[in-house]
Every structure is written in C-alpha cells, then in structure tokens.
C-alpha cells in the first residue's frame, strides 16, 4: 500500500501531551514524504467532514500547551452504521489512507470499526485516567497527577491551619489511579479507590486512632468514582467530631502545559504510529509496557485487563496508619 496521506483527530476527554503527539504524528509524516490533515472536533469532526492540512507551521510550538489544537467531542453517530458510513466516505473523499486516533477505549472502538471498514487506524492512548488495560501509561497521566499534588499541597496548609479534614475528589473516572498515587505523594490519611469498595468504619477508625496519638488534621483522597464526597464530609465530621470540608478539583486537573514525560511518551506513541501506517498497517493500539513501545490488534487491546497495583495500595495503608 503506498500511503500518501494521513490524518490525525483527538478524541474524548482531552489530555496534556496530545499536542505534542500530534506534532510528532505530523513531523514523522513529513520526514516520510506523506502529507497530514488535521481532523478537527474528533470523530463529529470526521462526518461533518471538518478536516484541514496540517504542516510543520501549523505544529510548531504545540509541544508546550495543554488540551488539543484540534478539539475534541462526544459522537454517538459514531456508534451508528450511518455514522460509520459517513466517516470512511469522508476519508475516501479526502484520499486519507490512514488515522491516528489520540484517546481512550471508545475512541479505539470507533477505530477499530472504521479499520474493519477499510480505513486503516492506530490508536494512541491519550487520557489522564491511565486506565487503558494494554498500555502501562497514558498520555497525559503524568501531568494531571502532578497538578493534583500540587493543588492538594496547598490545600493542606489550610487543613492544617484549622484542625480540619479536608475529603478530596480527585478525577480516574471509574479507575483509582491518580486517587492513589497522589495520596501516598500526600500522605493522605485515607485512599478510597473503586478498586477498593469503601469502609466507613475503619475510615472512622483510622481518623479517630491518629487523633489519639496527636494529629490532628487530615486528607481524605477520593476517586471521582466513589460518590457523593460532600456527604462524606459531613459523615466524618458528625461521626469524628473533626470539622470537615469537602473540595473536588475538577477539571483542572486536565490542563496545563505537560510535563516531559508527557512529552517524550507522546513523542514515542506518535512516531511509532506513523511508522505503522506508512507500511500500510492499521487496526492497531500502539503503547507502552515496562517503557517499550508496543502496539496489539485493537480488538485483543480492548478485551484485555490491566492489574491494580495493589502493593502500593497496601503500602499505601501502612503508611498513612
């Protein structure tokens, strides 16, 4: 297959570091000879036929910004034959031999069938959840766990300040990632993960136990997953005594400029789906396993499992008693 043409588009929530693996998609797609468009608003963008060149120009100092120059979208037209029907007469239309598709499981499932369709695709696993199962890390994961340890940091000198519990929601969507990563990086005093169903009563416990030997102010991590954290707060603060607030951070944690390891991961993943594609191989997840690039049929990545480190979890119990 001689491929001409590639084109890249961003999908579901965005990620620090998507920028700098769209620079890396177009840059490695330049020095091969194959020209790059830049599909705009995700797979909505692909069936409304929003797609635009993109050359050296247009990704030069993206590297550095947080979100996507290209956008992102929900598409349930995507989960329709029509949908589907749409976007690869879109491609034909625009002689695209190949995508690059930057995001999570669902955006892979809607590579994986437009790859079934005829178009070839690499997915690139571009989310701050780290929940993709057949990579060990995501693109944007870095970032977003930095800026919620650096939020969390502040918020403890005024927990701290007024002998206060501070319970906080910290986003993973239905994975308990950044919860517990930035809890031992905080040295919260509880971590409630969905890997992990919660108990109250220890979580009361724990609290009331740390009071006795003198502490008198805590973290509570919570993953986005778990519920309703104002009520938690309030549960802890009748049951404990200890004045308690709640505080969600939000989508904050999904932008700012990305770290190197966002950088160099994005860097990586989109040089080497570029490589795939100008050898004319799509219908693949392109990761990273123990820091080596990788790549699996997207329909063996999709039904794979990704084991919870659960050392760390109960590291992270010992260390907060």
Avoid: W
Avoid at 164 to 191: F, K, T, W
Avoid at 279 to 308: Q, S, Y
Wanted: charged share 25%.
């Amino acid at each position: 297959m001689n491929v001409k043409k590639i084109g890249v588009l961003t999908s579901g929530g965005d990620a620090p570091g998507m920028n700098a693996t769209i620079h890396a998609v177009v840059k490695s797609a330049i020095a091969k000879n194959i020209e790059v468009v830049g599909i705009y608003r995700g797979y909505s963008g692909l069936i409304k036929g929003d797609v635009r060149s993109l050359t050296a120009k247009d990704v030069t100092d993206i590297i550095q910004k947080g979100g996507t120059i290209l956008y992102s979208a929900r598409c349930p037209e995507m989960k329709t034959s029509e949908g589907v029907k749409k976007a690869k007469e879109v491609c034909e239309a625009n002689d695209i031999d190949g995508l690059v598709v930057i995001g999570g499981d669902g955006s892979f499932c809607g590579a994986y069938i437009l790859s079934d369709a005829g178009i070839p695709c690499i997915g690139l696993p571009g989310t701050i959840d780290n929940d993709i199962s057949c990579t060990d890390y995501t693109i944007g994961y870095d970032t977003a766990l930095n800026t919620a340890v650096q939020m969390i940091d502040r918020l403890c000198d005024t927990t701290a300040s007024h002998d206060r519990c501070s319970v906080v929601e910290v986003m993973g969507r239905h994975a308990g990632y950044i919860a517990l990563n930035a809890g031992i990086s905080c040295s919260a005093s509880y971590i409630i993960i969905p890997e992990h169903p919660c108990n109250k009563q220890d979580l009361f416990d724990r609290i009331r136990h740390a009071m006795k030997r003198g502490k008198n102010h805590f973290i509570v991590m919570v993953a986005e997953g778990i519920g309703n954290v104002t009520e938690l707060a309030k549960e802890i603060e009748q049951v404990t005594g200890v004045e308690s607030r709640a505080t969600i951070l939000g989508h904050v944690q999904r932008g700012g400029s990305p770290t190197v390891r966002d950088r160099v991961a994005g860097a990586r993943l989109g040089y080497h789906a570029v490589n795939l594609l100008s050898r004319g191989i799509g219908n693949r997840v392109v990761g990273l396993n123990k820091d080596v690039v990788v790549d699996f049929d997207i329909k063996d990545a999709l039904n794979m499992t990704k084991k919870f480190p659960e050392d760390l979890y109960h590291m992270a119990g010992e260390l907060s008693r």
